[in-house]
């Protein structure tokens, strides 16, 4: 039995939460090509998954001396005549309302907002991200790639890597930094810290700074939809080089000698994305979706983009981490939940494969959608899937 992706043939899973030794770490998306090996997130001889025991490490944390280390970068940066001294990527959602409103109103920094546009965004994304420039009285610069180009390239991406959501994940990657490179602008603040999710290589846990090499990659080197530049611009010859900027890492010597500092402010600030849930829904104007998310069980997370639903499927066949299992085992490690609720509410949820806007995206890539099924399927790896009797069904689910 051979396993797609380079990742591990048995699955093991976390003894804390539900995530598996299936799981890989964020890397730069310019790298993504259609032979890459996905590196595992790592576990411990306890058989406990890095997220989990980043959450342990959580609990025994001196949040005021944090405060403290986040105080003395903000007055480092701060200005006093009204120019922008951060800057803060988001759309909107939970993360980027409470992460701009905590710097603007607690600790009194004036920072601009960048969006990186959804590819299809959804009402309810675009209502709160009015509320957001609203309620936390911030500016805004939203970035919107040219349509044509990122439905080809989600095409590509799909196709290629069954990661049909790649193009906006390119732009939350890369457009804080280049739009701080414009306006000279030092400081970047994002909300999570992806170690908190284990989509960071063990002990990252140990500073703040958001690695550089996300979004810094040679030219020669950047892969996009799973194809090198050459090849998409030989393949879609109306594509223009100047098309694929939005879309491409930064060259190194673009930052070299730059000092930008690209922090999270969830390193220093206990981050609950249950408690910050309910402060923006109070402070901020953030409401939730108008009815559950399909593949979950929740109301409030992933909800800016029709994109997410079809992306948190395709992590489900690729990897059989889905939606579901994901916010469950960010609930056990918060505990709000036990592990024996977050398997009942996995076997309810996890499986269903009828995203209410599965059909916007496929149109928008100008696919059918029986073309669709059958590359969905062609991701499907022979260690987790098997098809009997015109069904396919899970292997080694053993939560």
Known sequence: MNSFFGLPEKVK???NCLLSNQKPISINENNNSKKTKKIKMSFGKNGICSACEISEKKKKIDWKLREKKLLRILDKYRKNNNEY???IPGSGGKDSMYTT????????MNPLTVTQSPILPTK???????????YCGVNNILASPNAR?????????????????????????????????????????????YSEYGSEAKNSDK????????????KEDNYIGGLKEGEIKRKYNWIKESDLRAFASLEPNEIKGKK????????YLKWDPQEIYYFVSKYCGFEPDYQRTEGSYGRYTGIDDKFDWLHFYCSFIKFGIGRCRQDASQEIRNGHITRDEGIMLCKKFESEGSGRFFKDCYEF????EKDANKIIDNFRSPHLWRREKGKWSRLQLDY
């Open 124 to 134: 309810m994304g675009l209502k709160n991200f009015r509320s957001w420039i609203n």
């Open 149 to 193: 180009v990122t439905a080809a390239l989600a095409r590509e991406a799909f196709i290629n890597l069954l990661h049909p959501m790649q193009p906006f994940k390119f732009g939350i990657k890369t457009v804080a930094v280049k739009e701080a490179l414009r306006r000279n602008i030092k400081l970047i603040f994002y909300g999570e810290p």
């Open 260 to 267: 930008l500092q690209v922090e999270f402010l969830g390193w």
């Open 13 to 15: 899973y976390c003894k």
């Open 101 to 108: 409103y905590m710097l603007k109103h607690k600790y009194n």
């Open 85 to 87: 001294d951060c800057i």
């Open 365 to 368: 890539m100008n696919l059918s």
């Open 207 to 218: 500073k703040a700074t958001y690695n550089f090499s996300w979004f810094t990659n040679k």
